[in-house]
C-alpha cells in the first residue's frame, strides 16, 4: 500500500465512524421522548446568517425550547405548533432531545398534547 491507499482508508474509516456517531446520537435523541407542563412566557423566530431558522420558547421557569421540523421524528409541522403556541398559556407537550449548551440545542416540541386550563 502507498501512502495515497493508506490516506483514502484513513478518510473512509473516518466517514464510518462519524456515520456511525450520528446515528447512535439520532437514536438516543429519539429515546429521551417525554410530556412536560410549560406555561410560554416568550417565543421568537431566530435566523443565523444562512437563513436557517428555527422557533424558541421560553417558558416562565427559564427554560428554552426549541421548535423544528425533524425527520427522524416525523415532524414536519413546526409552524403550524408555533402559531398555536400562545403567550402565558400553559400547554402539555411532547419534546425530545436535551439543552446543550455547547451546541446551542435545546429540546424540540414534537407535539402539543392539550392546553392546560387553571
Known sequence: ????????LLVFGVAILGLVIAVIVGVAKLNTS????????????????????RY????????????TDAFL???????????????GHTYRVK???WRVQVTSSYPNILAIEDEVTK
Open 1 to 8: 500500500m502507498n501512502r495515497h491507499d493508506n490516506f483514502k
Open 34 to 53: 417525554r410530556v412536560e407542563t410549560i406555561t410560554v412566557k416568550d417565543k421568537e423566530r431566530v435566523c443565523d446568517n444562512s437563513e436557517s431558522c
Open 56 to 67: 424558541l420558547i421560553w417558558d416562565k421557569d427559564g427554560d428554552v425550547y426549541e421548535n
Open 73 to 87: 421524528s416525523l415532524k414536519f409541522n413546526s409552524s403550524d405548533i408555533y402559531g398555536e403556541l400562545e403567550e
Open 95 to 97: 419534546v425530545n432531545g
